[in-house]
C-alpha cells in the first residue's frame, strides 16, 4: 500500500514525452484515481471560489506530474550545497509545517518527470567544484516518501549518486514506506533521516503521519539496510510530562537500533514560529493547539529578514543540556550535529 493515495492526479501535457511522466499517468490512471492530462501551462481546473482552508486541504490531495524548468538549483545551506528538486510539497498536515508558508495556499504535490535532466544538471554542479564533494539535499520543499511508492523517484537518485565519485545526496522524511529503498546500492553517498518526535506532538500535531513506533521501526530497517543515518528531533516542545516523553523516545529507539551510535547523528530543532506562520496555522487549523504565545516566548531576527518566536535563553538552556544528556545516555557514540 502506498503511503499516500491522491484524490486527483494532474498530468501536464509536455510531463507525457518523459517515460517517468506515462508512467505516472498510467499507474494512477490503472488505481482507479481521478487523472486528467491537462495543459503544460496554466491554471488547474478547480473550482477558484472556495474557501482558503479548503483550497488548502484540497491541494494536499492534488498530485500534479510536471517537468521541473531547469534554471538555477536553490542553495541549502548549511545543511547542503543545493535543493535537489524532485518532488514538491507533502501529503501530511503537520500544524508548524514551514510548507505552509513557503507554498502558500496550494500547496499541490508536485512529482517531477524529467529526473534524468536534474540529475544532469546535479553533475555540473559537481564539475564546478571538483574535487570538493558536493552535498544536495532532496527534502528541502517536500517529504519525498510519501509519493515515492508511485514515482520511484527516490530509489533513482540514491542509484545514481552511488555512482558518482563526489556527488552526496541526503533526505528526511516522516514516512516508513521505505521498503523499496532498502535493497538498492547506495554506496553510503545517501544520508537517509528521520524525522522523530515524543508521543504528544505526533499526536497533537501531525496528523496523517505514521505513529513514533512505525517510524523507529521503519529506521531501523533503514540501519539494517548500512546507510549513513541520521534523527531530526523537531520540532521540541517543552509540555507537562517532556523529559519523560523524549525519554522513551530514545530508550525505543535505542532498543530497536541496538547501538551505541556509532555513524548515527542527531539534529535538534526547538519549536519556533514566525508572525506570518502563526496567521496561516490558525486559518488552515483553527481548533491547532500548537503553542503559539508570543509572550512565553523570546523574539529573535532571522537570516532572512523576518522574526521568529523561540523559547527564551533559560528554557533552550534546559532543553539543551536535557537533550544531550540523553542522548549521550543512550548513543554515547552518536554525532550531535547542532541544537537550535
Ligand atoms: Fe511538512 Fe514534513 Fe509534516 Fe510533510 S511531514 S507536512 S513536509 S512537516
Not at 136 to 144: C, I, L, M, Q, R
Not at 191 to 220: D, G, H, Q, V
Not at 241 to 257: A, V
Request: net charge positive; glycine share 6%; aromatic share 14%.
Amino acid at each position: 500500500m502506498p503511503d499516500f493515495t491522491p484524490q486527483t492526479v494532474f498530468v501536464r501535457e509536455n510531463a507525457m514525452d518523459y517515460p517517468l511522466g506515462k508512467k505516472l499517468y498510467n499507474k494512477f490512471k490503472e488505481s482507479g484515481i481521478d487523472t486528467r492530462i491537462i495543459a503544460s501551462r496554466g491554471p488547474f481546473p478547480l473550482n477558484p471560489n472556495v474557501s482558503f482552508q479548503k483550497k488548502f486541504i484540497r491541494a494536499k490531495r492534488t498530485v500534479v506530474v510536471s517537468v521541473r524548468s531547469l534554471g538555477q538549483f536553490q542553495s541549502c545551506k548549511p545543511s547542503a550545497h543545493y535543493q535537489l528538486p524532485l518532488v514538491t510539497g507533502c501529503p501530511a498536515h503537520c500544524h508548524y509545517c514551514y510548507l505552509s508558508t513557503n507554498l502558500g495556499k496550494n500547496p499541490y504535490i508536485k512529482i517531477y518527470v524529467n529526473i534524468e535532466e536534474i540529475l544532469k544538471k546535479a553533475e555540473k554542479y559537481m564539475e564546478e567544484r571538483k574535487p570538493d564533494i558536493t552535498i544536495f539535499e532532496g527534502s528541502a520543499t517536500s517529504d519525498p516518501v510519501p509519493v515515492e511508492e508511485w514515482s520511484g523517484s527516490l530509489k533513482r537518485t540514491i542509484n545514481y549518486f552511488a555512482g558518482t565519485k563526489l556527488g552526496r545526496f541526503r533526505f528526511v522524511t516522516k514516512f516508513s514506506n521505505i521498503d523499496s529503498l532498502l535493497h538498492i546500492k547506495h554506496n553510503n553517498h545517501t544520508e537517509f533521516r528521520f524525522s522523530i518526535n515524543s508521543s504528544y506532538p505526533i499526536k497533537k500535531f501531525e496528523p496523517t503521519t505514521p505513529s513514533p513506533r512505525e517510524r523507529i521501526e521503519a529506521a531501523t530497517r533503514v540501519f539494517k539496510a548500512g546507510y549513513p543515518m541520521g534523527f531530526l528531533i523537531a520540532p521540541i516542545f517543552i509540555y507537562e510530562g517532556w523529559q519523560e516523553e523524549y525519554g522513551i523516545l530514545f530508550k525505543e529507539l535505542k532498543d530497536k537500533l541496538k547501538t551505541s551510535g556509532k555513524g548515527i547523528f542527531f539534529e535538534l530543532i526547538t519549536h519556533r514560529f514566525t508572525k506570518r506562520a502563526k496567521e496561516i496555522i490558525e486559518e488552515i487549523y483553527p481548533n491547532t493547539r500548537l503553542p503559539m504565545n508570543e509572550e512565553t516566548r523570546q523574539f529573535k531576527y532571522g537570516q532572512f529578514g523576518y522574526g521568529k518566536y523561540v523559547y527564551p535563553p533559560e528554557t533552550m538552556k534546559k532543553i539543551e543540556s536535557f537533550m544531550r544528556e540523553t542522548i549521550n545516555k543512550y548513543f554515547p557514540e552518536a554525532e550531535i550535529k547542532y541544537f537550535v
